[in-house]
C-alpha cells in the first residue's frame, strides 16, 4: 500500500466512499463511518491497524484474506459494506448524535431497497447512537427492518482494545454460522473460519 501524507489524508475529510452492495445480500457489513485512509483511497477499512479483513477471513466468511483493493469481491461471497455515516473523518468521536440518528433513517431506507438477510453493525455504540437501541449489546437484536435481521458486531478497528482478533472471529464466526444454518450463503459453505 501506498504510504498517504498527512496532507493527503486530510484532503480526505469529508469524502464520500461508495458502498459495495448489491441486492439480496446475505449481509450488510455496516461500519461507523469512512476513516480518511479508507476515503483517500476509496478502499473500505483500509487502515493498517483495521483488523476487519484479517477478522472477516479468520471468521469463514472469505475463502482467503482479502487486501481492502478487493472489497469488490465482497458480493460474490453474499457480502457487502455501507456505513451508518457516510461522511468521512480521523476518528468516530468527529461526529454528532444528529448525524448518527440520521444516518440511521438513511440506512433503513437502504436496506428496505437491498434487502439483505440480515445488517451487521460492526461497533454496538454505534448502533445504540444510530437507532436509540440503548441497552443494545453485540450479538442478534430484536429489531428487524422489513425481512432484514439485524446482529451488532464489535467494531474492528484497532483502536477498540476490547476486542482481540480471535474473540471477534468467534462473534463474526457466530453470525455466518447463522447464515451458513438458515441455508442462506451457499458460497460460505466451504469457506473455513472457527465457524461451521
Known amino acids: 500500500m501506498t504510504r498517504l501524507t498527512p496532507q493527503e489524508l ?4 469529508d469524502r464520500l466512499v461508495p458502498d459495495v452492495v448489491a441486492d ?24 493498517p491497524g483495521n483488523r476487519f479483513w484479517p477478522v472477516l477471513h479468520r471468521s469463514g466468511f472469505t475463502p482467503r484474506l482479502l487486501r481492502p483493493e478487493e472489497q469488490g469481491e465482497l458480493p460474490s461471497y453474499g457480502l457487502g459494506i455501507t456505513n451508518v455515516v457516510a461522511r468521512a473523518t480521523a476518528r468516530a468521536d468527529e461526529l454528532t448524535a444528529e448525524e448518527y440518528r440520521a444516518g440511521g433513517l438513511l440506512l433503513a431506507a437502504k436496506l428496505e431497497r437491498l434487502r439483505p438477510r440480515w445488517l451487521a453493525v460492526l461497533g454496538v455504540t454505534a448502533y445504540r447512537a444510530a437507532f436509540g437501541e440503548r441497552g443494545a449489546r453485540v450479538g442478534p437484536q430484536e429489531r428487524v427492518f422489513g ?5 451488532v458486531l464489535p467494531n474492528p478497528s484497532g483502536l477498540n482494545a476490547h ?13 455466518r454460522g447463522v447464515v451458513v444454518g438458515e441455508g442462506m450463503g451457499d458460497h460460505l459453505g466451504n469457506v473455513g473460519g472457527v465457524a461451521g
Request: with cysteine.
Open 163 to 175: 476486542w482481540s482478533v480471535g474473540a471477534m472471529a468467534e462473534e463474526f464466526g457466530r453470525l
Open 24 to 47: 439480496g445480500l446475505d449481509v450488510l457489513l455496516c461500519g461507523i463511518n469512512p476513516g480518511l485512509m479508507t476515503a483517500a483511497t476509496g478502499h473500505h477499512f483500509a487502515r
Open 147 to 151: 425481512g432484514t435481521r439485524v446482529w
Open 10 to 13: 486530510e484532503a480526505a475529510r
